[in-house]
């Protein structure tokens, strides 16, 4: 196991109930979406974050801000929580000029310069070679930042994946590889897609430190993040994370997802990251239930803001179309 | 008068000289000197962090760059050969030429990808392919092919200050070619064609090494009292209408010649612009000479029978002329 990052603080009553509202904001604003999918005010392709919001909440209590992010299609729930606004990333997915990537991008395509969150990324994969790149500039650049790459189960099997470890490794650069095995790619299971089911182990067939760990509970994110950040930061290489998490909804709006078995969605629900880390709360830090209430109505309140902003932004000018096409001469 | 593969090279160190933040990565390029001796001396100059050798991995490295670029640095890739960039594919023509504009312009895509492109001899099946057509069809992406050792360091120049993705092609059989370069800076706009050979009969529209094959071609076509320009595009995308369609208003006739399969390739596009906005001003069919359409064979016989030849071009050019 890594050593964990001796200068992370232990959470607090105040960290754990910004990070209960960070996973409720990120909850509410994928409802949302999904309500403004069925009423065609958000088109094409939009993959839910819907249970595995620990995931990226936790990871981004342990980021410092300069961290660069990269990420798969299903990304609303990291943009959300590496800080584009609920505001600009609703827009995007309503495809409006006010969207984080003026909605030239979409749901799958969220880019925000501002906040390091260096994209969505749709071919599956793609994404590990380009972290590894970014973490190459970063050392390359004198800067102590990581980079975080996210994808699923599924990108495993890519080659781009292995080439990017591969690399990573050679190179020994600052990024954390994190595999967020949600148990489907799309609607094959892991034992379906996969010989070896402990993806984590991938890890050791290219000499890079590699980790498995349940990911349901924000503060063990938090921690073992933490290490893997601090591993990767202190200049030996990268990490590579399978962190264990669980989506709700189907692949996609249009997936039922009718592949799981009977009863298997219930009995995850169980290990709910909203309801672990409430009952932490109340259990461990006295949060009443009038507290946890007023966490969830800010929350609502801004998710709604972000949809109103969205429904109610212009759309993009068609005259702007070849705008962003190629860079103009300097 | 220096080789191209000396032009290329000093294009490159000079660039690198300037701005820190270049590199040069690919298979060979460092402590072998790289497989065609382009990047030689290098690393002794810059050091293993900026001339970075890399494992057989073309996608895994050019995902590389593209991340690097974003993250501010501007990488040169080089593929062994340009067959070898199919596998890295998705990386450029679905990253590289797309994530400034599905970021709306947040992120910029500096890269270079450079490498020899196109037949060399007898390097059979998967050694040969000319890859324009397939990189020019995708916009974000710059395509240019230079036929000169002049004309390449002004180019890669030029393509390592772009703030855009490059697909810069060269060609093994030209690394040797020697030609003028002068000891001062200079630099060659993209989207400006040149004239390598001016006539008034027929134009023939060309770039990168088959410039070489139709200026042969032009000078035995003198023969038969035919005067023939031979127009060098060099970038393919931006292309220089301008300077095709003013040699159409001149000559009238027109032969393009492209490398590479003909189906839906780079003279096809060129050919339907020209009809499009010289209709009036042709006096015959614009032809094109390509590489037959067969994927490239091995024995010296069969690949001469594919390969564009100066002989096929003054047929062509014959039956333009209706001779």
Redesign the interface.
């Known amino acids: 196991m890594l050593a964990p990052d001796p200068e992370q603080r232990v959470v607090d009553r105040d960290e754990l109930a910004r990070l209960y509202h960070q996973m409720y904001l990120i909850r509410r604003v994928e409802e949302l979406a999904a309500r403004a999918y069925t009423q065609r005010k958000i088109l094409g392709f939009c993959h839910l974050y819907i249970g595995q919001e620990s995931v990226a909440v936790g990871v981004a209590a342990a980021c410092r801000s300069s961290d660069?992010w990269?990420t798969g299609y299903r990304e609303h729930g990291q943009a959300v929580a590496k800080g584009v606004s609920p505001r600009k990333m609703m827009a995007e997915l309503y495809g409006k000029a006010t969207g984080?990537?003026?909605g030239?991008?979409g749901s799958m395509?969220i880019?925000?310069?501002s906040v390091h969150f260096?994209?969505g990324?749709?071919?599956v994969g793609?994404q590990?070679?380009?972290?590894?790149?970014?973490?190459?500039?970063?050392k390359?650049?004198g800067t102590q930042d990581v980079?975080v790459c996210f994808f699923g189960d599924g990108a495993t099997h890519q080659?781009?994946f292995?080439?990017?470890l591969?690399?990573a490794q050679?190179y020994k650069l600052p990024v954390v590889f994190i595999i967020e095995n949600n148990f489907y790619a799309m609607g094959t299971s892991l034992e379906r897609q996969s010989a070896v089911t402990d993806l984590y182990l991938r890890g050791a067939g290219v000499g890079m430190a590699h980790e498995q760990f349940d990911g349901f509970d924000v503060e063990t994110v938090r921690e073992r993040v933490g290490a893997a950040l601090h591993h990767a930061r202190s200049g030996v290489g990268p990490v590579l994370l399978e962190i264990v998490t669980y989506r709700y909804r189907g692949h996609s709006m249009s997936d039922p997802a009718r592949y799981r078995k009977d009863g298997e969605l219930e009995e995850k629900k169980k290990s709910d990251p909203l309801l672990i880390t409430e009952q932490r709360l109340k259990d461990d830090f006295g949060v009443s239930d009038a507290e946890i209430e007023a966490l969830r109505a800010r929350a609502d309140a801004e998710a709604d803001d972000a949809a109103h902003f969205a429904d109610s932004s212009p759309e993009p000018s068609v005259e702007n179309l070849y705008?962003?096409?190629?860079?103009s001469p300097? | 008068m220096i080789p191209m593969r000396e032009a290329i090279r000093q294009a490159m160190a000079e660039e690198m000289r300037r701005d820190p933040?270049i590199?040069l990565m690919g298979e060979e390029v460092a402590l072998y000197d790289g497989a065609y001796k382009v990047s030689q001396g290098m690393l002794a100059e810059f050091g293993p962090?900026r001339i970075v050798d890399?494992?057989i991995?073309e996608?895994?490295?050019?995902?590389?760059?593209?991340?690097?670029?974003?993250?501010?640095?501007r990488?040169i890739v080089e593929f062994m050969t340009f067959n070898f960039s199919l596998v890295a594919y998705?990386?450029v023509v679905?990253?590289a030429a797309r994530?400034?504009?599905?970021?709306?312009?947040?992120?910029?895509l500096p890269i270079v990808f450079r490498g020899p492109n196109g037949h060399a001899e007898n390097l059979a099946s998967q050694h040969s392919t000319a890859v324009e057509s397939l990189y020019a069809h995708f916009?974000?992406l710059?395509v240019v092919s230079p036929s000169t050792p002049y004309d390449a360091k002004g180019l890669l120049k030029t393509a390592i200050r772009?703030?855009?993705p490059v697909i810069f092609l060269e060609s093994e059989l030209m690394y040797g070619f020697k030609g003028e370069v002068p000891d001062e800076e200079y630099l060659i706009p993209f989207g400006k064609a040149d004239i390598k050979r001016q006539g008034d009969d027929v134009v023939i529209v060309v770039w990168g090494k088959h410039v070489h094959t139709c200026l042969k071609a032009a000078e035995s076509l003198k023969a038969d009292g035919i005067s023939a320009m031979v127009l060098d595009i060099r970038s393919i995308r931006p292309l220089d209408h301008d300077a095709i369609f003013a040699a159409v208003a001149r000559t009238h006739r027109a032969v393009v010649v492209q490398e590479g399969f003909p189906f839906a390739g780079v003279a096809a596009e060129i050919i339907t612009r020209i009809q499009e906005s010289c209709f009036d001003l042709l006096d015959a069919p614009v032809l094109r000479v390509t590489n037959r359409d067969v994927p490239q064979p091995y024995a010296t016989v069969l690949e001469k029978a594919v390969i564009i030849t100066a002989e096929r071009v003054v047929e062509t050019v014959k039956l333009v002329m209706g001779r």
């Open positions: 660069r990269i984080a990537s003026n030239l991008g395509h880019f925000d310069a260096m994209g990324y749709g071919i793609a590990v070679p380009i972290a590894t790149g970014v973490a190459w500039a970063l390359r650049l980079a080659g781009a292995f080439e990017g591969c690399l050679l705008d962003y096409t190629y860079v300097r | 933040t590199f962090d890399t494992p991995a996608n895994g490295f050019t995902g590389l760059a593209v991340g690097a670029a974003m993250a501010g640095m990488p998705d990386q679905n990253s994530i400034y504009q599905m970021s709306a312009g947040q992120y910029r916009p974000g710059k772009d703030d855009n």
